[in-house]
């Protein structure tokens, strides 16, 4: 049973460019989970996800940013006109459910690092 | 606002040693909490989890307390092994948010020595 698949694993781009970063839960899975990290801080809640709508995106900042989770195919994070400031890593995690007990819990993927020039 | 705090970003311990982590939450309304593994370069691996109607679960060679009254919750890790030097992470959800998505703390980096 694969685990979660997140491509690219690095992507470069420059400033004003859109970056997409896609992520496929693990197989079952239909509640995913987008997550940032900034250099030297812990992961920050972006949204949450079943397919086909968005249950919780309090953590998205409100331009540029937005997340789908379509009926057929992976979840995609989509950063429009990027600025330097979103260089992270960005991590996907899956869970069958609400991810709230030791046989539910939240699996992460690799993460993409975004590097803005 | 930071609701979940790890005050320690490192800790050195010897091989066969004992590791303890610590966490200190705000919000009164997280009633499930989790720690995470990570190494460099790769997603977080979840390690053990405990609900708010316990003050202990475990699991192996690592055991989760909690303190509901303090706000505080732990991680030992006995014996310690070189290969648990990594970043971990606490996190934690509320069941009334109707989400399972995780508030985490800054993490703390750990270094077990041979």
């Known amino acids: 049973n694969a685990g979660v698949m997140q491509n690219p694993r690095h992507l470069v781009r420059r400033r004003g460019q859109e970056a997409r970063l896609r992520c496929s839960p693990m197989?079952?899975?239909?509640?995913v989970y987008w997550y940032r990290q900034l250099p030297e801080e812990g992961l920050k809640f972006m949204v949450y996800?079943?397919?086909?709508?968005?249950?919780?995106e309090s953590g998205m900042p409100k331009e540029r940013f937005s997340a789908e989770f379509p009926k057929e195919g992976p979840s995609i994070l989509r950063i429009q006109q990027v600025v330097r400031g979103d260089s992270a890593a960005y991590f996907c995690?899956?869970?069958?459910?609400?991810?709230?007990?030791?046989?539910?819990?939240?699996?992460f993927g690799p993460g993409t690092r975004l590097t803005v020039l | 606002d930071q609701q979940v705090k790890q005050n320690s970003p490192s800790l050195s311990v010897q091989e066969g040693r004992i590791s303890i982590l610590n966490c200190d939450y705000t919000?009164?309304?997280?009633?499930?909490f989790l720690w995470y593994k990570k190494y460099p370069a790769e997603g977080p691996t979840f390690l053990i989890s405990?609900?708010?109607?316990?003050d202990k679960n475990e699991d192996g060679r690592f055991t989760v307390f909690l303190n509901k009254s303090a706000k505080h919750l732990s991680l030992h890790i006995v014996p310690s092994q070189p290969g648990d030097s990594a970043v971990y992470f606490c996190?934690?959800?509320?069941?009334?948010?109707?989400?399972?998505?995780?508030?985490f703390g800054q993490g703390t980096t750990l270094q077990v020595k041979p």
């Open positions: 995690a899956s869970s069958l459910d609400l991810g709230r007990s030791s046989t539910d819990t939240q699996y």
């Open positions: 197989k079952g899975h239909s509640h």
């Open positions: 996800l079943q397919k086909e709508n968005i249950i919780d």
């Open positions: 919000n009164s309304m997280f009633d499930y």
């Open positions: 405990i609900s708010s109607i316990k």
């Open positions: 996190a934690a959800s509320a069941g009334s948010s109707n989400t399972g998505k995780l508030i």
